[in-house]
């Protein structure tokens, strides 16, 4: 099963994938009908029709939306069952999975989710109205195909959208609780969450995922043409995923769901589609500086070393400055990029804080990493705070 979205499907990236299936005589069927930020009915559909065929393997081509979609595919075609049973609790039951998946080979249209290194789907939950998902490690895929050529067509605002959530998947694990701080500890190693918390494992890829995102992102989005932005940033795609794959994403991406699963009416520019969508990663990096001035107290260490992997002067810096020094890198990068000036600019008000925050509340996947605990208060004040970025 070749699952990719009607876009994708009619340029080369596709059809060297199914040219290179056919040359080798490996019969496959093309499933186009991905959904651009996932839901849970377009990943029923993409079950439905996995089930319906069974496949033996899957071969995901497009972005993080392309290749969720094919692990839910794998999964459910290969241990079928009730949709909630193994979502992340406490909206599904949070099943661990029954065995082995088939093989999945992935090959990145974008530089930014990292999926092709994660066990983790991410979609929208229609009836909430945001966004939740599943994580296992066996979700991740067999193989990840990374080629710059399969970049070139990525317009700017897709790639400093996806570039944008490469920095953040990077800082947030990087700055997430310290794995052996994270609680509750659990009887046995299949329990463990996929999210451990920070480590010196994934500090290693999320340290140089940033060196390299913020050397090449500008370029990458500025220039199109330019071949080794392109690749530098899909292996920061990469490493960054290989780091929150371990650790763990914090706020921002919590606070991210309900930006994008509440979008009203903004449509972003560059994306070929035909509906309201805040895209994923403008809608992490919107609350990414509030996000770092409140977690700067936690760990100012690492929030300034952060700073200095995006490129700050930090030499004599004051640790209580350590937050508000990395957000000011941030929000740099945001207006080098031309990202929209926070969550008024794709549509929200203070109206609709009460109701981001209650979204936000059953994210504990990521909630539970976060350097600093969080409530209903502090949640209220981190999206107040981002309504406005500069």
């Not at 994660?118 to 979609?123: A, H, L, Q, R």
């Not at 340290?207 to 992102?217: D, K, S, T």
């Not at 995923?241 to 009203?264: E, K, Q």
């Not at 770092?292 to 070393?305: K, S, Y």
């Amino acid at each position: 099963m070749v699952v990719t979205d009607p876009n994708l499907a009619k340029l080369p990236p596709v059809a060297t994938v199914l040219e290179s299936l056919a040359d080798e005589k490996v019969e496959c069927t093309l499933f186009d009908r991905v959904h651009v930020e996932p839901t849970d009915t377009s990943l029923r559909e993409a079950i439905g029709f996995a089930q319906h065929e069974a496949f033996d393997a899957f071969v995901a081509v497009g972005g993080g939306s392309a290749i969720d979609t094919a692990k839910a595919a794998n999964l459910y075609s290969t241990y079928p069952a009730d949709f909630l049973d193994y979502v992340n609790p406490p909206i599904g039951k949070g099943k661990p999975l029954p065995g082995e998946l088939k093989p999945l080979f992935a090959v990145p249209t974008t530089a930014g989710t990292g999926s092709e290194t994660t066990g983790v789907v991410i979609f929208d939950l229609t009836e909430m109205r945001a966004k939740t998902g599943i994580a296992n490690r066996r979700l991740k895929p067999t193989l990840g195909m990374i080629d710059p050529e399969n970049t070139r067509t990525l317009p700017p605002m897709v790639a400093a959208s996806s570039g944008l959530d490469v920095f953040c998947h990077a800082l947030e694990s990087y700055t997430a609780l310290p794995f052996n701080r994270r609680t509750p500890r659990p009887q046995r190693p299949l329990l463990r969450p996929a999210y451990q918390g920070s480590n010196p494992i994934s500090d290693v890829w999320s340290a140089e995922a940033v060196r390299i995102a913020a050397r090449y992102l500008p370029r990458a989005v500025e220039d199109p043409g330019d071949e080794e932005a392109r690749g530098k940033m899909l292996l920061a795609a990469s490493y960054a995923g290989i780091g929150f794959g371990n650790a763990g994403v914090t706020l921002p991406h919590g606070m991210s769901y309900p930006v994008s699963g509440m979008v009203r009416d903004y449509r972003p520019p560059d994306y070929a589609v035909d509906e309201p969508l805040v895209p994923h990663g403008i809608s992490v990096v919107l609350n990414a500086p509030a996000v770092f001035r409140f977690t700067g107290p936690a760990c100012p260490e690492r929030h300034l070393q952060a700073a200095a992997f995006m490129g700050a002067d930090v030499s004599g810096a004051n640790l209580a400055d350590a937050g508000k020094i990395l957000a000011d890198r941030v929000v740099e990068f945001m207006q080098r990029l031309k990202i929209p000036n926070g969550l008024s600019a794709v549509g929200y008000t203070r109206a609709d804080i009460p109701a981001m925050v209650r979204a936000t509340l059953p994210q504990r996947r990521v909630l539970d990493v976060a350097p600093l605990p969080v409530g209903e208060e502090e949640l209220a004040r981190l999206f107040e705070d981002s309504m406005v970025v500069w």
